[in-house]
């Protein structure tokens, strides 16, 4: 097995402290939750007694993003999670939930794969990243009325630059319809 299949060994001590194995330095749940992001699996082990603590720490850094606020689980789907716990479902659910995520996945990356074949750079009709930025800038000061702020402006695209824009979105959307 390769360094990067291998997952990030994270060692529990009793005081509680996450022990990042790899760089020798103590992590806590976001740094986790970052290397999850960064597409790195973890495994957490309890120093003492060997016992994997991944599902729980896991658990606990979904119960934190929840109650920030960052709600990606809806209430039925919670409590449909917590009947599956007391019901004969019990043994299906763990399967279903793991196929559906791996469906979710590839369909995002067969997605990503063909904007990225019909648009390599999706920002170019913007004007590249800064384009983008300044327009969702415009777009904010417009919606906010410019409270008392002033947001430097170009003139307007030319209508031939407005023209080519449209252009581009309606080939690209006759692209994804192919798709």
Do not use: C
């Amino acid at each position: 097995m390769s360094e990067q299949q291998k997952p990030l060994l994270i060692k529990r001590y009793a005081s509680r402290r996450l022990y990042n194995t790899e760089t020798s330095d103590y992590v806590t749940l976001d740094d986790i939750a970052r290397f999850i992001r960064e597409g790195r699996d973890v495994q957490i082990v309890d120093l003492k007694t060997g016992d994997d603590l991944t599902r729980q720490y896991l658990l606990q850094i979904i119960t934190e993003h929840e109650s920030r606020g960052d709600n990606v689980l809806p209430i039925n789907v919670l409590t449909d999670l917590v009947r599956s716990y007391t019901d004969t479902a019990q043994s299906l659910v763990p399967d279903f939930l793991a196929q559906s995520f791996d469906m979710l996945k590839k369909q995002q990356a067969e997605i990503v794969e063909g904007l990225q074949k019909v648009m390599p750079d999706p920002m170019a009709p913007f004007g590249g990243f800064e384009g983008w930025q300044k327009k969702q800038q415009e777009f904010m000061a417009a919606m906010l009325g410019n409270w008392g702020k002033t947001v430097a402006r170009d003139e307007g695209p030319a209508d031939d630059e407005l023209a080519a824009i449209k252009k581009q979105l309606a080939e690209l959307q006759a692209k994804l319809d192919k798709l």
